[in-house]
């Protein structure tokens, strides 16, 4: 049999059509009149309004609260009306000392070094075992090493002004040591058999740094209370507040004067003589 011969279709093929689709663009105007738009602002709008307010409201709660309990605060008029009936008293006390050091060292030119400093942490350092532990030791008393290094600092300068003053000789030295060895180094006499005593001359550098310690602070407070005699002082803390007639100016003239006459010469020279 003979084959079929299938005739292929010589007719061109349709191109199938694209569909494009045409996305409008978002114009302002449509935006604003936009239903959807208005009240997503709204919401918006009081979400923030919201957040505004309740930050505001707890940085009035932080910034101006001792503390605050169960959404209550507690605030800091009272906690600084209750810290100055415990301690007000005594911490100005102590600041007006510290003044009067500080005025007076200037006077006198007399500062601690930096090494000085340092050497004297580095003791305090040894003997509480150690810089883990001194830290601890400062966290309890809520000081900082920088609080340290200042109360360090005017107990330098204050021994520099108060030691020339003292008047002692080597028997009070000696004096001083035969009665105190034993507390002053008692690991040392806890070696000793029954009767017998330390060695002045093994001890007597350590046994004059301990008794010149004593008698500075022995004299420190007639030494300080002499200086409060002699200074203006007006305690707004224990008193009330003092207003003079160009106080202030008075005060500034005052104290350059002072300034002058600490130094002139002459001044020194009389004070001297």
Do not use: C
Not at 4 to 28: D, G, H, L, N, R
Not at 81 to 105: F, P
Request: charged share 35%.
């Amino acid at each position: 049999m003979p084959k079929k011969v299938v005739k292929k279709s010589t007719a061109p093929k349709k191109k199938a059509k694209k569909v494009q689709i045409k996305f409008k663009k978002p114009t302002w105007e449509g935006i604003k009149e936009s239903k959807i738009t208005k009240y997503s602002l709204l919401v918006l709008l009081i979400l923030l309004f919201f957040v505004v307010i309740d930050l505001g409201v707890q940085y009035l709660n932080n910034d101006y609260s001792a503390a605050v309990v169960n959404g209550q605060r507690i605030s800091e008029k009272d906690y600084y009306y209750r810290l100055d009936q415990a301690y007000g008293s005594a911490i100005v006390s102590q600041l007006i000392d510290e003044k009067l050091i500080s005025q007076k060292a200037q006077e006198l030119n007399v500062e601690a070094t930096q090494e000085e400093i340092d050497e004297e942490i580095a003791d305090i350092t040894e003997q509480v075992g150690g810089e883990e532990q001194l830290n601890m030791s400062l966290e309890a008393y809520n000081l900082t090493l920088e609080d340290l290094r200042r109360q360090i600092e005017t107990d330098i300068v204050t021994r520099k002004m108060i030691e020339p003053t003292l008047e002692y000789t080597e028997d009070d030295v000696l004096a001083f040591f035969e009665k105190y060895s034993a507390m002053m180094f008692p690991e040392e006499a806890a070696e000793l058999e029954e009767g017998e005593l330390l060695d002045y001359e093994s001890h007597k550098d350590d046994a004059s740094k301990i008794f010149l310690q004593q008698e500075i602070e022995s004299e420190k407070g007639k030494w300080i209370e002499d200086m409060r005699e002699e200074a203006r002082i007006q305690n707004n803390v224990t008193d009330s507040p003092k207003y003079k007639l160009l106080g202030a100016t008075r005060n500034i003239i005052s104290n350059i004067l002072d300034q002058m006459n600490s130094n002139d010469p002459a001044v020194e020279t009389e004070t001297k003589e």
